[in-house]
Nanobody
Framework: QVQLVESGGGLVQAGGSLRLSCAASGRTFDSYTMGWFRQTPGKEREFVASVRWSGDSTPTTDSVKGRFTISRDNAKKEVYLQMNSLKSEDTAVYYC??????????????????WGQGTQVTVSP
């Protein structure tokens, strides 16, 4: 069982930066592929970035390439999403997710086992 708690969301002007954090409970954090997804009202949850449990793969969705970076600190049991050059279209609730030893298709929300409660990111024009 893993519990995930996101933090770091807020209101920022376009062009600004935010760093989201996700703190995980449990003893086997380093066996979980971690992901960030986002959702806006009326739309499906969208993949943003993930970092494989082995740490050797960090795909990001095309719309955030070059702007967002995912990283993890296994010692602290935390995963981060550094978001730079934010745009109004990045406004969403951002969710942290964990998938046990997920090694394939870790851009698909359906493959993740645990989810945080979400943190709101609002980018003003």
């Amino acid at each position: 069982q893993v519990q995930l708690v996101e933090s770091g969301g807020g209101l920022v002007q376009a062009g600004g930066s935010l760093r989201l954090s996700c703190a995980a409970s449990g003893r086997t954090f380093d066996s979980y592929t971690m992901g960030w997804f986002r959702q806006t009202p009326g739309k499906e949850r969208e993949f943003v970035a993930s970092v494989r449990w082995s740490g050797d793969s960090t795909p990001t969705t095309d719309s955030v390439k070059g702007r967002f970076t995912i990283s993890r600190d296994n010692a602290k049991k935390e995963v981060y999403l550094q978001m730079n050059s934010l745009k109004s279209e990045d406004t969403a609730v951002y969710y942290c997710a964990a998938g046990w030893k997920l090694s394939v298709d870790y851009t698909n929300a359906a493959n993740f086992n645990y989810w945080g409660q979400g943190t709101q990111v609002t980018v003003s024009p």
